[in-house]
């Protein structure tokens, strides 16, 4: 099951100008639909807003997309919405048609939260194009059901992520070293790639977001070099402060890892997973992680 409208208008027909395909100047959110609602809508299109702003793109939901999203999750109950943004249509070259300046500057809420650096706010917004909006509904994958009742592994890729804090946090399309990490097989033991950066610093995996436990603390890599800030991870973060744990958003190179008493990811499809092992280094399950899931309707 896969449908998708552009612009509004049921169709996968996208101009071959568009700035997106040529260039990748783009960005998207995939939502997960749970009893006929987005989960966590509201904070979605936060994020792809303040993803829009430091891209340079004049952006923000309509009614319009918001109703049709609306139906979309009515319509398909249990399933993933793609929300994909691009510049819009331009010409050949680099540079958009128009530059004008935008005064305001977005700031994340986890970096508010934790006071996490996050480089790369701009005050520029390149271009004045007519932004295309995608939206796409697509099936759960079903083994994701299995991953949280029963964890998984992961093995190290070799493919190391560029550090790039301008473009560090954002969910754009620029995807080329995720598709060289998911080009490679994997080991019969693994459901899932740990990714470093250039300099060994651990920044997530090849589709969410890593937490790492300890006796006293919960740290979380920062996104401000490589990586995606993921919208679960928020929330992630926000409920366990509620609990009373203390969390921090900081580097961590892959040298620590085996001091680490638990680990889990987060994405906004599959909520919450436990890691049972990366490489040769085991871990036990938290028994806080399943009451997370409880608490923020993440069981699938």
Known sequence: MTQVWVDGHPGNNVNPLDRGLAYGDALFATMRV?????????????????GAYRLGFDWHPSNKLQQQLSRLAEANPNSCIKILLTRGVG??????????????????????????AMPGLHSQAAGSLDV????????????????????VCLAVSDVRLGRQPKLAGIKHCNRLEQVLIK????????????????????????????????????????????????????????QLLQMGYKVEVTDFHYSMLNTAKHVFMTNSLFGL????????????????????????????
């Open 91 to 116: 010409g050949r070259g680099y540079a958009a048609s128009v530059v004008r300046h935008n005064p305001a500057i977005i700031t994340q809420s986890d970096i508010a939260l934790q006071s996490e």
């Open 34 to 50: 749970h009893q006929g609602k987005i989960q966590f809508l509201k904070s979605h299109l936060e994020r792809l807003t303040q």
């Open 132 to 151: 295309t909006e995608i939206v796409s509904v697509h099936n759960l994958p079903t083994h994701y059901q299995n991953w949280q009742q029963q964890g």
């Open 183 to 238: 080009s490679v097989d994997l080991a019969q033991y693994a459901q899932d790639w740990l990714v470093l950066d250039s300099d060994d610093y651990i920044v997530e995996s090849s589709m969410a977001n890593i937490f790492f436990a300890f006796d006293k603390k919960i740290i979380t890599p920062r996104q401000s070099f490589a990586g995606v800030a993921g919208m679960m991870r928020e929330q992630v973060i926000h």
């Open 273 to 300: 997973i436990d890691v049972l092992a990366i490489e040769n280094m085991r871990f036990s399950k938290a028994s806080w992680t399943s009451k997370i899931r409880e608490q923020l309707s993440l069981t699938l």
